[in-house]
C-alpha cells in the first residue's frame, strides 16, 4: 500500500473501463503512487478533478462528449495544479500537438510499458515534461519559419538559460544543480518567464522554447 501521506494522487480519465481497471490494477502495487479516483469522459474527469485535486490526471484524447483536449484546456483554464499525462493510441502527430499546446505535460501510448508508466507519472509530477524528440520536430514544422523573436527579447540571459532547460524537461532542482543556483531563484526564473511570455505553465514554456529557437 502506498504511503497516503506522500504518494502521488493520480485521477484516471478515460471512457474503457478494461483500461482504466488495467491501469488501476498496476498502479496500485506502486509504493508511491495511489489512485484517487476515475472517470468515463472529459466533463466527468473535469468534475472529479475539481472534487479530489489530483497530482497527475492520466487523460485519453478521444472519448465520447467532451474530449481529452476540452477537458485539458477547462482545468487549465481554471487553474488546476495537476499535471496532465495524455495517454493515448494515436500516434499521429497532429493529434498531439494540440494537446500538447493546450498544457498537457506529456504523453505515453496505451501499450507502454508499466514500469515506464510509472516512471512517466513520477516525472511529469516532479516539473518535467515529456516532449518526445520526434514530437518536438513535428511542432518546429508545424510553426512554419522561425517568428520573430517577439515577448522573447524581454527575457534575460539567464531566463532565457533556465528556459533552455524547461524545453529539455528539467526539474527546478535539476536546474538549480546544473546552473549553481538555489531553487527559489530558479523557482522565481520560472515565474518570470511564464508573466513575461504570457504562458500558462512549463509545458507551454517548453513547447514556446522549441518552436522560437530557445531550446539548447
Do not use: C
Not at 59 to 87: H, N, Q, W
Amino acid at each position: 500500500m502506498p504511503d497516503t501521506l506522500s504518494a502521488i494522487r493520480v485521477l484516471l480519465v478515460d471512457d474503457h473501463q478494461v483500461v482504466r481497471r488495467g491501469l488501476r490494477t498496476f498502479l496500485e502495487v506502486q509504493d508511491d503512487i495511489e489512485v484517487v479516483g476515475e472517470a468515463a469522459d472529459g466533463a466527468e474527469g473535469v468534475a472529479r478533478a475539481r472534487a479530489l485535486d489530483p497530482d497527475v490526471v492520466l487523460m485519453d484524447l478521444k472519448m465520447p462528449g467532451v474530449d481529452g483536449i476540452e477537458a485539458l484546456r477547462t482545468l487549465k483554464e481554471e487553474g488546476s495544479r495537476a499535471r496532465i499525462l495524455i495517454v493515448t493510441s494515436f500516434t499521429e502527430h497532429r493529434t498531439m500537438v494540440p494537446a500538447l499546446r493546450a498544457g498537457a505535460a506529456g504523453y505515453v501510448y496505451k501499450d507502454v510499458d508499466p514500469e515506464a508508466l510509472a516512471g512517466a507519472i513520477r516525472s511529469v509530477h516532479a516539473g518535467h515534461v515529456l516532449l518526445q524528440p520526434e514530437l518536438a520536430e513535428a511542432l518546429l514544422a508545424d510553426a512554419g519559419p522561425r517568428p520573430p523573436q517577439g515577448r522573447g527579447g524581454t527575457l534575460t540571459e539567464r531566463e532565457r538559460e533556465v528556459l533552455g532547460h524547461i524545453s529539455d524537461g528539467r526539474s527546478n532542482r535539476e536546474i538549480a544543480r546544473s546552473l549553481h543556483l538555489s531553487e527559489k531563484t530558479v523557482k522565481t526564473h520560472v515565474s518570470n518567464i511564464l508573466m513575461k511570455l504570457d504562458l500558462a505553465d512549463r509545458t507551454q514554456a517548453a513547447l514556446w522554447a522549441v518552436r522560437h529557437g530557445e531550446s539548447r
